[in-house]
């Protein structure tokens, strides 16, 4: 077995050597786009958008993420379309920020890793100062998903060591680096993921999120000072997935799927847990909420098979619905209301705009636009948004609808198609901006297929359980069921297909060329898992037991023999049809030996298999030299191995 280890000193050769495989062997030579074919796709390189991070202490304008350089900084919008004001320099993007709305210490909770390992760390940004200071211990430990108390002198967050163990940690803003473990009594003090969510009004109780699965986890109550825990909810089987205290501290709004298929909006009583259902027949997913700061509003982002709908409450009113909005296909997030007025902030990303940072303001209802995302000098109204369409997957009683998201090439005549297929494999393909994908369609003329296979989530809970454990197999029967599909649609050209996909869409991929190579002309790989028994010895400690819930426990004869049967890497020589293998060096999650091995198990079999490896990424690409890299190889596959000409003018 390959050990990531041992691997450092060929990931640091091949990252010094232009990205370029190290191996001397003529299939391990990239494809490479021409400096014409280059200049078409660089304004899809270009594009920004902008993503909502919350409102600026005292809600003095928003904080928005958006890249002017290399990677993602955090900027400050002060009004509506108004000018971005850096706040962070680092060559290492950030991945979130929090505010408090202390008028003494207004203070910014900063994440970021180092080179795509990991291992967040907060930073602490005083908008008084203007100073950055590190507040946690740097090193190998990941420190996550940080809450501030009301009065927002306090935060806390969860942190955990290289062994994968989970602490609940508290710190004053006043106090930098002064960071001490909250007492848990029991067994929390074993739990896969332990996650933060908020403070009650005291300051005496904090909310925790126990996580086991995506299907299973539990809302906690945490006294910070002896430790104390009280569970809520009686259904062992249920997922909860956000929870807030009301502005009293005698409710809890909680986000939950007990006793249904989707996630629903619940009201608990503190005192004695008791669970109230409200708009138990809304249909769709609720993916989150936020409630304004006098507990008058409750906002509501509805994730249903065409895309988001955001939907407001009046609370005071027995939940009466005040505004529903659906801008367009697309999708709503990060909503989060001013903290002393009736204005809800929120992201949009349509299918034919990058994401842009929105506010509806209340009782007026006035919705203002606060960033204008940028196309690359593209003209908005050529991109192409997506048509849904149900194929049927599974058979006989089995038998249901698979959802996929068509973007159809705008040439005449057959052309290739493109399955992009999206990890998790909890996860959902939903109609959101891709600047990827507006590339193959409209400069490629490659029709796009984006389906939720088995597994994925919006659908229930039945539906994201269909390819657990033993049934993984199943998962990339669906793929064929596409490529039978395709046959069927005059446009689609069934002779010129190429799958590919991200981590567990990575591993799809890989799975799809074993049984359907000859149905194939390539596939594309990105962080991919090519063996589930090698992946579980080798992926972090902090997320070993929580993927054998999903994937199987290696360590179980029977469960190892169904790893066998369905491991890329040991059927890799049913592989013939080309592979163009993408990994960060660093990536925690699918270690760099899963790219390796199946890289070189393909080659010894004397079929391509180029491999691309960023030494300072991880799961995923995220600063724009390497993502600049990782499209022009990936476009330059698809133009050989679909064997397209392509306009050698700029767009």
């Known amino acids: 077995m390959l050990c990531l280890q041992s691997l450092t000193t060929e990931v640091q050769a091949q990252a010094a050597a232009n990205l370029q495989s190290s191996a001397p062997n003529p299939k391990s030579a990239l494809p490479q786009l021409s400096d014409a074919q280059a200049d078409r796709l660089k304004p899809y390189l270009d594009m920004r958008s902008g993503t909502t991070y919350g409102w600026w202490p005292g809600g003095q304008g928003i904080m928005i993420g958006t890249r002017f350089a290399s990677s993602q900084q955090l900027h400050w919008v002060q009004a509506a379309m108004g000018m971005r004001q850096q706040i962070t320099f680092n060559t290492e993007p950030v991945l979130d920020v929090k505010a408090n709305h202390s008028e003494s210490h207004p203070t910014l909770l900063i994440q970021r890793d180092i080179g795509g390992a990991e291992n967040f760390q907060l930073f602490g940004y005083s908008t008084q100062s203007m100073q950055e200071t590190l507040l946690t211990e740097g090193g190998k430990t990941r420190n996550d998903s940080p809450v501030f108390s009301r009065d927002g002198l306090r935060f806390a967050y969860s942190r955990t060591n290289e062994k994968g163990l989970y602490q609940v940690r508290m710190q004053r803003v006043d106090k930098v680096g002064d960071s001490t473990p909250i007492k848990i009594n029991g067994e929390l003090e074993r739990a896969l993921v332990l996650q933060p969510l908020d403070f009650s009004p005291d300051g005496k109780s904090l909310l925790l999120l126990e996580s086991r699965s995506i299907l299973q986890s539990t809302l906690i109550e945490l006294d910070v000072v002896s430790g104390k825990t009280r569970r809520f909810g009686k259904d062992p089987g249920s997922a909860t997935t956000l929870a807030r ?5 005698k409710q809890i709004y909680v986000l939950s799927d007990q006793g249904f298929q989707l996630q629903k909006m619940w009201m608990v009583d503190r005192k004695n847990r008791t669970f109230r259902p409200f708009l138990p027949a809304l249909s769709g997913d609720v993916d989150m909420f936020s409630v304004s ?8 982002s509805v994730n249903d098979e065409k895309g988001s709908e955001l939907l407001v409450l009046d609370q005071l009113d027995s939940y009466k619905e005040v505004k529903r909005i659906k801008l367009e296909p697309g999708v709503i997030s990060d909503l989060e209301f001013h903290p002393s007025k009736p204005v809800l902030a929120f992201t949009f990303a349509g299918a034919q705009i990058p994401s842009d940072s929105f506010t509806l303001d209340f009782p007026s209802k006035t919705l203002n636009q606060w960033t204008a995302h940028e196309l690359g000098g593209i003209d908005s109204k050529l991109l192409l948004p997506p048509q849904r369409a149900q194929l049927v997957g599974g058979q006989g009683e089995k038998a249901y609808n698979l959802q996929t998201w068509v973007y159809s090439s705008m040439r005449q005549g057959k052309n290739p198609v493109v399955i992009i297929l999206h990890g998790g494999p909890e996860s959902q393909a939903r109609p959101g901006f891709d600047a990827w994908i507006q590339y193959l369609v409209r400069e490629l003329g490659v029709n796009v297929l984006t389906p939720n296979v088995r597994g994925s989530t919006g659908y229930g809970r039945d539906y994201t359980a269909l390819d657990d454990g033993a049934l993984r197999a199943d998962a990339t029967t669906d793929v064929g069921s596409l490529l039978d599909w395709i046959k069927t649609v005059e ?5 010129r297909v190429i799958v590919m996909g991200g981590s567990y869409g ?15 002309k390539g596939g594309i790989s990105i962080v991919g898992i090519s063996d589930f028994t090698t992946f579980l010895a080798n992926t972090a400690n902090y997320r070993r037991d929580l993927r054998r819930v999903e994937y199987g426990d290696e360590r179980i004869p029977a469960m190892r023999k169904i790893f066998d049967e369905i491991s890329p890497l040991k059927n890799a020589a049913r592989i013939s049809a080309p592979l163009l293998i993408i990994q960060g060096a660093n990536d925690p999650r699918v270690p760099l030996s899963e790219a390796i091995q199946i890289r070189d198990a393909v080659q010894a079999n004397g079929k391509p298999a180029p491999m691309l490896v960023a030494g300072d990424e991880g799961h995923g690409f995220k600063k724009r030299a390497y993502v600049d890299q990782m499209r022009e190889t990936m476009a330059a596959f698809l133009i050989q191995h679909f064997g397209l000409t392509t306009p050698e003018a700029k767009p």
């Open 245 to 249: 205290y009301s502005q009293d501290g």
């Open 293 to 300: 700061h006098n507990g008058h509003y409750l906002a509501l």
């Open 491 to 495: 446009s689609f050209d069934a002779e």
């Open 506 to 520: 990575g591993y799809l991929t890989l799975a799809s060329l074993v049984a359907y190579s000859d149905r194939l």
